[in-house]
């Protein structure tokens, strides 16, 4: 029994007092031998409810991960579908042909390269999204900036009625912070 081998039972004594010693000990073996069997019962559930366990944590970071490409993704959709209807309405308002100003058509084109090179700016950020250091925080005059935002926006369609007009009173407005992120935020 102290070997481990529960379970052992002693044979019977003559005497009353050895035989009660025999049996005190044939029923601690018998307990510690159904102890071990529920013990190890035990250990394999425990196992197969960690192993459970593992496997939930494993589907919810996959989920979790799934969440943040979509979440990126709306993102991106978002940052870049802005530019990209600005190219889009000025192309369409270029091949109507109802910009017959040769001034007003190079500025419109202009505006179509400005927003090209923003989405470009967008994908090259995504690309750079893990390196360390996302960008340089610089001194940005709030004011060109406002106008050349609402350049983009001013030739497509649903601003077609608005006017958008920044009244400021002659004095730059300058934050520190980098350009681009600035722009997509206006």
């Given at each position: 029994?102290?070997?481990?081998?529960?379970?052992?039972?002693?044979?019977?004594?003559?005497?009353?007092?050895?035989?009660?010693?025999?049996?005190?000990?044939?029923?601690?073996?018998?307990?510690?031998?159904?102890y071990r069997v529920q013990t190890?019962?035990?250990?394999?559930?425990?196992?197969?409810?960690?192993?459970?366990?593992?496997?939930?944590?494993?589907?919810?970071?996959?989920?979790?991960?799934?969440?943040?490409?979509?979440?990126?993704?709306?993102?991106?959709?978002?940052?870049?579908?802005?530019?990209?209807?600005?190219?889009?309405?000025?192309?369409?308002?270029?091949?109507?042909?109802?910009?017959?100003?040769?001034?007003?058509?190079?500025?419109?084109?202009?505006?179509?390269?400005?927003?090209?090179?923003?989405?470009?700016?967008?994908?090259?950020?995504?690309?750079?999204?893990?390196?360390?250091?996302?960008?340089?925080?610089?001194?940005?005059?709030?004011v060109p900036l406002l106008n050349?935002?609402?350049?983009?926006?001013?030739?497509?369609?649903?601003?077609?009625?608005?006017?958008?007009?920044?009244?400021?009173?002659?004095?730059?407005?300058?934050?520190?912070?980098e350009r681009e992120k600035l722009?997509?935020?206006?």
């Amino acid at each position: 029994i102290a070997s481990g081998d529960f379970g052992y039972v002693l044979e019977a004594e003559n005497t009353s007092e050895l035989q009660d010693l025999v049996e005190a000990l044939n029923a601690m073996s018998t307990a510690l031998a159904e102890y071990r069997v529920q013990t190890e019962q035990q250990v394999r559930t425990l196992k197969k409810a960690n192993d459970d366990l593992h496997q939930a944590q494993e589907a919810l970071i996959r989920s979790e991960r799934l969440a943040g490409v979509g979440r990126m993704a709306a993102g991106l959709a978002h940052e870049v579908g802005n530019p990209l209807a600005a190219v889009f309405a000025t192309v369409d308002l270029l091949g109507s042909g109802s910009v017959d100003d040769s001034a007003v058509q190079i500025e419109m084109l202009r505006r179509a390269r400005i927003e090209l090179d923003r989405i470009h700016v967008i994908m090259q950020s995504l690309l750079d999204y893990t390196r360390i250091g996302k960008g340089q925080s610089e001194p940005v005059d709030v004011v060109p900036l406002l106008n050349d935002a609402i350049g983009t926006v001013s030739h497509q369609p649903k601003f077609k009625n608005c006017v958008i007009q920044v009244d400021t009173d002659g004095q730059p407005l300058v934050v520190q912070m980098e350009r681009e992120k600035l722009h997509q935020v206006v």
